[in-house]
């Protein structure tokens, strides 16, 4: 089992950038494939990027790509998300995900485990 913990939320201008990071408890962090979310209001939760155990493999959404870099460090049990070029229509609740077995996914249903999420506002 794996909890996460998401920071690094916060308000930015638009064109500026975030970083949110996730740190990871449990000795077994790099057989997880890692994700990233995020829920707008009034919409459903979407794919935001992927990597998979090694760090190797990355995915995103067609928004993200350009802008957003995930990256991880197996040693420190931690995942990141940098943002940049931000738009406000990146505002919404970014959440950390953990994903059994160390491929990546965009499918929310494949992920098993789930921070309580970080706030993402962008001014325009």
């Known amino acids: 089992q794996v909890q996460l913990v998401e920071s690094g939320g916060g308000l930015a201008q638009a064109g500026g950038s975030l970083r949110l990071s996730c740190a990871a408890t449990g000795r077994t962090f790099s057989s997880y494939a890692m994700g990233w979310f995020r829920q707008a209001p009034g919409k459903e939760r979407e794919f935001v990027a992927a990597?998979?155990?090694?760090?190797?493999?990355?995915y995103y959404a067609d928004f993200g790509k350009g802008r957003f870099t995930i990256s991880r460090d197996n040693a420190k049990n931690t995942v990141s998300l940098q943002m940049n070029s931000l738009k406000p229509e990146d505002t919404a609740v970014y959440y950390c995900?953990?994903?059994?077995?160390?491929?990546?996914?965009?499918?929310?249903?494949?992920?098993?485990?789930w921070g309580q999420g970080t706030q993402v506002t962008i001014s325009s």
């Open positions: 995900a953990a994903r059994t077995g160390p491929a990546g996914s965009r499918f929310e249903k494949e992920f098993r485990y």
């Open positions: 990597i998979n155990w090694s760090g190797g493999s990355t």
